[in-house]
């Protein structure tokens, strides 16, 4: 069995094709994910200016969108940033886990690495706290996450780096 091994220290960005798929709704959440998304793909190497940024309703609307953007062949990856707020309905049970699940199924089915960085949460405070709060920025993680695979899926392809 393998050890643990922590995130390289030195993800690269820079040639990457990535886009972004943002949730409108809760866009006083979803605009400090996309912002620290974008400011980590700058810190590592690649200029926001060259990053796509497609706003969809929702939460429940981001797997097509970002299964089309995985399947054209025009992208090595695709960061998705939302939020999802837990109510006083059931609304959340049926946007939260159709999200994941068809984010998940997107990446499977395309082979291209979907980060997901869409909040679900019990309340609004929470989601703050987690974009750009208390709890960091899971837009920032989001966007190394992406970074991350596109190397692994390279190394694994035999198209990464080698000794």
């Known amino acids: 069995m393998g050890e643990y091994a922590p995130p390289p220290d030195a993800l690269?960005?820079?040639?990457?094709?990535?886009?972004?798929?943002?949730?409108?709704?809760?866009?006083?959440?979803?605009?400090?994910?996309?912002?620290?998304?974008?400011?980590?793909?700058a810190t590592l190497g690649l200029d926001p200016a060259c990053v796509p940024v497609h706003w969809v309703p929702g939460a429940f609307e981001m797997p097509l969108v970002a299964q089309q953007l995985a399947a054209s062949g025009r992208v090595d990856a695709?960061?998705?940033?939302?939020?999802?707020?837990?109510?006083?309905?059931?609304?959340?049970e049926y946007v939260a886990?159709?999200?994941?699940?068809?984010?998940?199924?997107?990446?499977?089915?395309?082979?291209?690495?979907?980060?997901?960085?869409?909040?679900?949460?019990?309340?609004d405070q929470q989601?703050?706290?987690?974009?750009?709060?208390?709890?960091g920025n899971k837009g920032a993680e989001a966007a190394?996450?992406?970074?991350?695979?596109?190397a692994l899926l390279r190394e694994l392809s035999g198209k990464g780096e080698r000794c």
């Open 12 to 41: 690269h960005a820079a040639g990457l094709r990535i886009a972004i798929v943002a949730g409108r709704f809760n866009d006083h959440v979803t605009a400090p994910l996309l912002d620290g998304a974008l400011q980590t793909l």
């Open 78 to 92: 695709v960061i998705c940033l939302g939020a999802v707020i837990r109510g006083d309905t059931a609304h959340f």
């Open 127 to 135: 989601a703050l706290d987690r974009a750009g709060g208390g709890e």
């Open 97 to 123: 886990g159709p999200c994941a699940a068809g984010l998940a199924q997107a990446a499977l089915d395309t082979g291209i690495p979907i980060a997901f960085g869409v909040l679900t949460t019990n309340n």
């Open 144 to 150: 190394a996450t992406a970074v991350e695979m596109v």
